[in-house]
Structure formats: C-alpha cells, structure tokens
C-alpha cells in the first residue's frame, strides 16, 4: 500500500501549534490562560464491513474462529488558550493501541497484528462556565494515521502483507464537563467526540491482509472517541 508522505501530512501539526501561539500573542495578557489536559481514552473503530465471520470464510477458518474488537484505548492531550471566558482555541492529539483482530485458542492462529490509530486536530471551543462546572463543545480538523505491523500480519495470517499505513483528513465535533477540585486543577469527568475520517479502507485491507478484504466499502469512516482526566491552568484572566 501506498504510505503518506511525512512532510506533507505532519506540516499541519506545526502549522496548527503556531496558530494557537499566535492567538496567544494577538490577544495579549488581558485575558490570557491557559488549560492543559491529559487523560485516559477510548476510540471505537469503525470496521466496515470486516467481521468475524468474513475473516473465517477468507482464510477457510472454522466458523468462530476470528472476532473483530471495536475498542482501541490509549490516551488524550490537549493544549487550550482561553481568549475569553467563553471562548477558546485548542489543539488535540490522541493515541490509540491494540489488537482489532482476535483468534480463538482453537483455531491455530496467535499473536495477531497490533494496530495503532493517531490523531490530530485543531479548532475554536465555547465554555459554558457556572460555579465549579464548565461544560464546553468545541469543533475541530486535522488529521488521523492508521497503521498495522507487516510483519505481524504476515506471521499471523500467513500471508504477504506489506507496510499498512495510511493518513487521511480528518474531522471531529462534540464536548464535556470540567469539574474544578483546586484553583488550578480540575477533573475532566468526561468529554465524547464524535470522528470523520476519509481513510482508502479497501487499499488499506489489501495492504494488511494480501487481499481485497475491504473491497466495495465506503472510502469514509464514523466513529467514536471518549476520554476523561485532569485539566490543569495556570495564567491570569
């Protein structure tokens, strides 16, 4: 499969950190702060139209042999600048691990490939501060890379996959509820994003598996993110 090239896809990531820096000094000290946040996350994975049941019928399995997990945990940062006490711009990065393809004891098949999903993601955020609750929504743009172990896949499926890697726009939209604890630390009781991805599913599926696997599904993805942590901020409002 054809891998993105590195300069072009990761000139947004800086690109987006100097826009934020930039809001950062056009908007002076006024209202300057500053929010940090780290947690752990969730993302599900849509799959299109891969399923268990396909993987048996592809590599003549017994029925049951292979599932297919939707969850990937990992976990979320982002760096938020409050121009307002309503407004804000972040950016957003996240990172996801696992194994998407399980086999049963049974079916001769082990250690199956790891797969790794990464995002980043950058937009303007509303604040809806009362009391010690801040509920916020916030949209956002970016990009998301997926990536597969050649070398896992082919030991596991015994077949010849090469390099499965793939970078794609992406976009995302939703919000969450802070709680402040302590005057710079507050608790991020949960925030869920809703995903848009335009991944090449079907080259990618070739890649990985050595065959059409994915062929005839939807050059798009939906899916979902959630993650919850702390949130600390420092700086003068």
């Not at 990761?10 to 000094?25: D, E, K, Q, R, Y």
């Not at 947690?39 to 994975?45: A, D, E, N, V, W």
Request: hydrophobic content about 45%; some cysteine.
């Amino acid at each position: 499969m054809e891998g993105f090239p590195v300069t072009s896809r990761f000139a947004f990531v800086p690109a987006g950190i100097a826009l934020l820096l930039c809001s950062l000094a056009c908007f002076g000290q006024e209202n300057q702060r500053v929010e940090v946040f780290a947690g752990y996350s969730f993302q599900r994975l849509s799959t299109g139209q891969v399923s268990g049941a396909n993987l048996d019928s592809l590599f003549g399995a017994p029925a049951g042999s292979f599932s297919v997990k939707t969850l990937l945990s990992g976990g979320n940062a982002e760096l938020q600048y409050n121009v307002t006490p309503r407004y804000a711009v972040v950016f957003d990065a996240s990172g996801y691990f696992g194994t998407p393809i399980a086999a049963a004891s049974s079916s001769g098949y082990k250690d199956a490939p790891r797969a790794q999903s990464v995002w980043y993601l950058f937009g303007p955020l509303a604040r809806f501060p009362k009391g010690k609750f801040t509920p916020f929504v916030r949209v956002m743009i970016g990009e998301n890379y997926l990536r597969s172990n050649a070398t896992e896949a082919t030991a596991f499926f015994g077949t010849a996959a090469t390099a499965a890697t793939d970078g794609a726009f992406a976009a995302a939209a939703g919000g969450g509820l802070d709680w402040q604890v302590k005057k710079h630390w507050a608790v991020r009781l949960g925030q869920v994003d809703y995903l848009y991805t335009r991944h090449t599913a079907a080259h990618y599926g070739s890649a990985l598996f050595g065959t059409d696997t994915l062929a005839g599904t939807a050059n798009y993805q939906n899916t979902l993110r959630v993650s919850a942590g702390l949130v600390y901020s420092f700086g003068a409002q």
